[in-house]
C-alpha cells in the first residue's frame, strides 16, 4: 500500500537509481547535509530490516504504528536498540550506530557552524569501526572523516539489510536464530 502525502515521501529501500541519485548528491553536499542524509537512508534501512523480520507483515495490522512518528519505534534510537535486542545486528554495528546517530544529532539541532574536521566529530569518526571485509575490496586509507563516515554508513545499511534477509529467510525455513553481523 503506498503512503499518501509527505508523509510517505522517502519511506521504503530505495531502488538503485534512487541509490545512485543520493550518491551524486552526497559528493557536493555539505558536511552537515552528508551526515543528515546517510544516517536518514540508514534509519530508513533499520526500520525496513526490522519490519521484514516481524511477523504478520500486513499493512493494515497495528504492527504498522509501532514505526509511526511517535510509536515505540519510531525513533532511531529505538530502532537500534531493537535490532540490538534481536540480534539483528552485533555489539560493533550497535557502537557504530549508536556514534553515527550521535553525529547526525549534533549536525541537525546545532545552530553553529560544524563540520567533519570539528575535533569532536572527528573523534567520533575516528571510534567507528569498519566492518569485515565482506563489503570491501580492500583496506582503504581513509583521507578525512567525511570518508570514513560515509564508507561506515554504507558498510552498515549492507550489514542491515543482508542480515534481516537473511534472518527472514532462516525463520521461513525453521532453522533458527543465527549469530548476529558484528
Known amino acids: 500500500m503506498a503512503k499518501k502525502g509527505l508523509h510517505g515521501l522517502g519511506k521504503g529501500i530505495p531502488t538503485k537509481e534512487h541509490r545512485r541519485a543520493l550518491a551524486k548528491e552526497i559528493i557536493h553536499a555539505s ?11 540508514l534509519d530508513e534501512c533499520l526500520r525496513v530490516a526490522l519490519w521484514g523480520i516481524l511477523p504478520n507483515r500486513d499493512d493494515n495490522t497495528p504492527k504498522d504504528r509501532l514505526f509511526s512518528d511517535f510509536g515505540v519505534l519510531g525513533t532511531l534510537s529505538a530502532k537500534i536498540s531493537m535490532a540490538h535486542a534481536m540480534m539483528l545486528i552485533g555489539d560493533v554495528t550497535y557502537k557504530n550506530l549508536e556514534t553515527i546517530r550521535k553525529i547526525r ?38 583521507r578525512s572523516s567525511r570518508d570514513k563516515f560515509v564508507a561506515t ?30
Open 31 to 41: 558536511d552537515r547535509s552528508v551526515a543528515i542524509l546517510l544516517t536518514n537512508y
Open 153 to 182: 554508513v554504507y558498510e552498515t545499511s549492507h550489514t542491515v539489510v543482508l542480515q534481516s534477509t537473511f534472518e527472514t529467510y532462516t525463520r521461513t525455513n525453521r532453522s533458527g536464530w543465527m549469530v548476529p553481523m558484528p
Open 105 to 142: 544529532n549534533v549536525f541537525a539541532h546545532s545552530a553553529h557552524p560544524l563540520t567533519f574536521r570539528t575535533p569532536e566529530i572527528r573523534a567520533a569518526c575516528k571510534s567507528l569501526v569498519r566492518l569485515p571485509a565482506v563489503y570491501r575490496m580492500k583496506e582503504i586509507a581513509f
